[in-house]
Nanobody, 129 residues
Framework: VQLVESGGGSVQAGGSLRLSCVASGFRFTDYAIGWFRQAPGKEREAVSA???????FYIDSVKGRFSITSDNVQSTVYLQMDSLKLEDAANYYCAITQKILAGSDRYALRVFMSAMNYWGKGTLVTVSS
């Protein structure tokens, strides 16, 4: 299994970035895929996830600003991040889980974080004022 993230970088607050995660080595449609982040000195935090059927979940702090999509043909998941804030700065990781994600956003992302099977090496997002 390989998950390769890209698209991170340095941006001013209010700017946008689009992260990509190219997946290989497994049947893409058998897994839910998502993103978690970790800032220095902080715990990992699930950001968003998408199920094989296209259901999406977001943490409250990014709702209305981030959008997760998947391309099943290209086995790629994207995270469009708009209106970036200083507190969004972190290493962003792509991960997969075979768990079924459902219910509220908070519950689904908690399941996602607790049952990740694989994750990538991450891509760094820096936000400046």
């Amino acid at each position: 299994v390989q998950l390769v993230e890209s698209g991170g970088g340095s941006v001013q607050a209010g700017g946008s970035l689009r992260l990509s995660c190219v997946a290989s080595g497994f049947r893409f449609t058998d897994y839910a895929i998502g993103w978690f982040r970790q800032a220095p000195g902080k715990e990992r935090e699930a950001v968003s996830a998408i199920t094989p059927t296209g259901e999406t979940f977001y943490i409250d702090s990014v709702k209305g600003r981030f959008s997760i999509t998947s391309d099943n043909v290209q086995s790629t998941v994207y995270l469009q991040m708009d209106s970036l804030k200083l507190e969004d700065a972190a290493n962003y990781y792509c991960a997969i889980t075979q768990k079924i994600l459902a219910g509220s956003d908070r519950y689904a992302l908690r399941v996602f974080m607790s049952a990740m099977n694989y994750w990538g090496k991450g891509t760094l997002v820096t936000v400046s004022s």
